[in-house]
């Protein structure tokens, strides 16, 4: 799966255009700079519509001279931006699919600019990336764009329960993802200042990325097999914890079950959350009751998920997990 797009920028003889905004000092030719989007979706058979991922709605490229702004285009849904720059070092940046931010004037203000997770839609995953090279006449300036999203995926479950639940069945009522971090910055180093469905399902606004509501009776040696996929931002917090007391702990992966009539939950603790990868539980299988709460991960053996990570292009297949 391709993790990137590119943002071709090609550079030709212009004379320097006026601006209104406040412009680094020029002292280097002036030339032309256009910027358009490149890349292709991957085509799989599934449920989840991949090429959504890849998805360009909207483009801003943003040109730095020493850290100050030299020219910015919002291109809107044209996938392509006319800019004028001068020749020399200089920095690019591209963000897609992010709110207008026209009025950055320097890098750092930009790199430090805070997205949140409710900017991002299913078929519209903000992107960021930058570049720092020789602008020259007839050159052309790759910039790599990465979402910020890491991706969360399962594609079966699985029961195969034993002695005295032999012939027991479970209903799957839903599939979601809890200790979200609800926002970062556009240069990916930060720390989440806020935390979305903390200890359980809270944030129902969110459920277009965290959330799969369903209904699906599995019987004991049966499987329930449907690609169910998230997309929660990075979760860089290494420590962890498992109280009713909130604090910044690990993202985890809730299976939402009624078993024996009554509310039960299979949690999955993830690994600490990069953007751009991808997190993929091949198959849990249940064996054991359900937990009585979503954020405490069972204790007995109840289930066994093996998560495998990797970038997005390739994901990190967690393989198969016993519960």
């Known amino acids: 799966m391709k993790t990137h797009s590119l943002v071709t920028a090609a550079l030709a003889a212009l004379a320097l255009a006026s601006c209104t905004r406040e412009k680094a000092d020029i002292d280097g030719k002036p030339v032309e700079v256009n910027v358009t989007i490149l890349g292709t979706a991957p085509t799989r058979a599934t449920s989840v519509t991949y090429a959504n991922e890849s998805k360009v709605a909207n483009l801003q490229v943003y040109v730095f001279n020493d850290g100050k702004l030299e020219d910015y285009q919002d291109a809107g849904a044209a996938m392509t931006a006319q800019l004028t720059a001068t020749s020399g070092e200089r920095t690019v940046w591209a963000l897609v699919n992010a709110p207008s931010l026209k009025d950055v004037t320097t890098e750092a203000d930009l790199k430090a600019r805070v997205s949140r997770l409710a900017d991002n839609k299913t078929n519209a995953l903000v992107m960021s990336g930058s570049t720092t090279q020789e602008l020259k006449d007839g050159g052309t300036v790759p910039v790599t764009v990465k979402r910020l999203v890491s991706r969360v995926s399962i594609k079966k479950i699985s029961t195969e329960f ?162």
């Open 162 to 323: 034993q002695y005295a639940l032999a012939g027991e069945s479970l209903t799957v009522d839903g599939i979601y993802l809890i200790n979200v971090a609800g926002d970062g910055n556009y240069a990916a180093d930060g720390t989440p200042e806020t935390w979305v469905n903390q200890l359980g399902h809270k944030d129902t606004g969110l459920d277009a990325l965290l959330y799969d509501k369903l209904s699906a009776t599995v019987n004991n040696k049966k499987t329930y097999e449907k690609e169910h996929v998230f997309y929660p931002y990075p979760n860089p917090t290494q420590e962890d914890s498992y109280e009713a007391d909130w604090k910044p702990r690990h993202t985890m992966l809730v299976v939402e079950v009624t078993f024996e009539g009554k509310k039960g939950y299979y949690p999955v603790v993830l690994p600490v959350l990069e953007r751009n990868k991808t997190y993929v539980i091949d198959e849990m299988v249940i064996r054991h009751r359900p937990g009585d709460v979503p954020y405490q991960p069972l204790e007995t053996g109840d289930a066994t998920v093996q998560i495998t990570v990797n970038d997005w292009e390739l994901g990190l297949n967690m393989g198969k997990i016993t519960l």
